[in-house]
């Protein structure tokens, strides 16, 4: 086992209408908004674990889930889970975007995982 660990974790879920989410989780769940980039949100649940919801419009992203370690060392923990046969959907690279550097993979399951580290100063979000 390795002492490196995992900073926080987000689960990525994809909507078309990131409003009437924003109106559930923030205003009846009373989930603070801990990140907002536009076309994804960010909510704290509890202490490092955060949902997340992403915009999007095409077809078969309604009910897809994307497991997010957040992490410094993203290098790192992408050649260990390749090296376990996971399989590649995209190597590391920045998202300028979202202002990160990520790389996407499927566990043994078959769910995406991503690994990243935030750019974004606004991140990690304040107690």
Not at 24 to 31: C, D, I, K, P, S
Not at 43 to 62: I, P, W
């Amino acid at each position: 086992m390795t002492d490196i660990m995992f900073d926080s974790q987000i689960t990525f879920c994809y909507t078309e209408d990131i409003s009437l989410i924003h109106d559930f989780y923030h205003t009846v769940m009373e989930l603070p908004m801990v990140l907002d980039q536009g076309g994804c949100r960010i909510y704290r649940v509890a202490g490092d674990a955060y949902l997340g919801f992403c915009t999007s419009k095409r077809s078969g992203c309604r009910n897809t889930v994307t497991i997010t370690l957040v992490t410094d060392n993203v290098d790192f923990w992408f050649s260990k889970a390749k090296a376990a046969g996971c399989k590649v959907i995209r190597e590391p690279a920045a998202t300028t975007e979202y202002k990160i550097y990520n790389c996407f993979l499927k566990d043994p399951a078959g769910y995406t995982l991503e690994i990243q580290r935030f750019e974004d100063l606004r991140w990690p979000p304040e107690e």
